[in-house]
């Protein structure tokens, strides 16, 4: 199975998209579009929130193996306001290390050759240097009143499923991990109880599965699993789930939590930290918004170590060390990707770093 975040500006086309390539299923501030008719299973994620808060952005990311950047012919256009938001999309990708995505040109039944291949030529100089440097870019259309009807559709699912078949190969390697999902949604539902749904992110969860739920750090049972809305014996990782969980309530329960047998839970952080070359001076007591793996938590920076030594700030472009301290549990891995925010920015992503055990 494979998860795939539609992401762009508002009015890119993003939603028109998602619908068109599956039939809508869960709506929060991220809506999933779920197709289950083909032969390889796949969940459209729209997160519809975004601009207006970043979370939706970062939810359908790090619930997805791939990203579908989606830019209108104004898209990069100074003059268009949510072209800042096409450059943050791009600086989101980058520094969660996005590995597979495509670069859809949408609305192209609005605008003629010599645009697209202008638009083509700012990306390329935009994205070079970043993880979307060698993404391939598809014109495409989803108006079927158009003159071209539905222009670029065929090509892009050729490509999906393209790229579906390294995703799958990779997530098939981590069948061999300690399994762990993230949970994206709760509800209780008469006469079944708590049901969360979420993703696998790496192992085999299975049907009475006793673990673990964090950062509560509760002994669960995981009573039945589905996907799809059939019920199935196992999930292994990449599969899309709904699971009813035994000695826990949904009020309890944020998204973000974690289904494992262990995390690392803690308010307090070190991280190694690469500060985009997009962003301003990051300055010691400053707030920043830290995002990890689905959860997210205002931190205040307490310290700033560059070089090995105490610093007041540190500069756009560089590496650092930096202590950062919160008021709430997030639980995390050593392997995962932090992300930081500072919200009060046009651009609103500053960095990524992975924890540092002292």
Not at 13 to 25: C, D, I
Not at 38 to 62: C, Q, W
Not at 83 to 88: L, R, W
Not at 330 to 357: H, I, T, W
């Amino acid at each position: 199975m494979t998860n795939l975040a539609i992401i762009g500006a508002e009015k890119s086309g993003r939603t028109s998209l998602a619908a068109n390539l599956g039939r809508k299923g869960t709506s929060s501030d991220v809506t999933m579009y779920n197709n289950d008719k083909e032969s390889r299973k796949m969940v459209f994620v729209d997160p519809h929130g975004y601009p207006k808060a970043i979370k939706p952005l970062i939810t359908a990311l790090n619930i997805s193996d791939m990203a579908i950047l989606c830019i209108p012919p104004d898209g990069l256009d100074k003059n268009n306001p949510a072209s800042v938001h096409t450059g943050e999309c791009i600086v989101a990708l980058d520094l969660l290390g996005f590995k597979y995505g495509i670069i859809a040109l949408t609305k192209s039944d609005s605008t003629h050759m010599h645009a697209i291949d202008e638009l083509k030529k700012k990306i390329k100089l935009m994205t070079a240097g970043t993880s979307l440097q060698d993404w391939e870019c598809i014109s495409l259309n989803t108006n079927k009143g158009a003159k071209n009807p539905f222009e670029g559709m065929e090509e892009l699912k050729a490509k999906i499923n393209k790229i579906s078949e390294k995703i799958e190969a990779e997530q098939a390697e981590l069948n061999n991990l300690p399994a762990r999902v993230f949970i994206d949604h709760a509800f209780n539902v008469t006469g079944k109880g708590c049901v969360v749904l979420g993703v696998v992110k790496q192992g085999i969860s299975k049907s009475k599965d006793k673990t673990k739920i964090f950062p509560l750090d509760r002994d669960i049972e995981i009573r039945s699993i589905q996907s799809h809305d059939v019920d199935i014996d196992s999930a292994p990782a990449g599969t899309r789930v709904g699971m009813r969980l035994k000695n826990v309530q949904a009020k309890d329960i944020e998204r973000g939590f974690i289904i494992s047998d262990k995390e690392i839970v803690s308010t307090d952080y070190i991280l190694e930290c690469t500060i985009s070359k997009f962003t301003r001076a990051i300055e010691t007591s400053g707030v920043l918004h830290l995002f990890v793996g689905l959860q997210s938590e205002p931190v205040r920076v307490e310290k700033i170590m560059v070089d090995g030594q105490e610093v007041k700030e540190v500069k756009p472009g560089s590496t650092c060390v930096m202590e950062l301290s919160g008021n709430k549990k997030v639980a995390y891995s050593k392997e995962d990707r932090f992300l930081l925010a500072n919200l009060d920015l046009p651009q609103r992503f500053v960095g990524y770093g992975f924890p540092k055990f002292l």
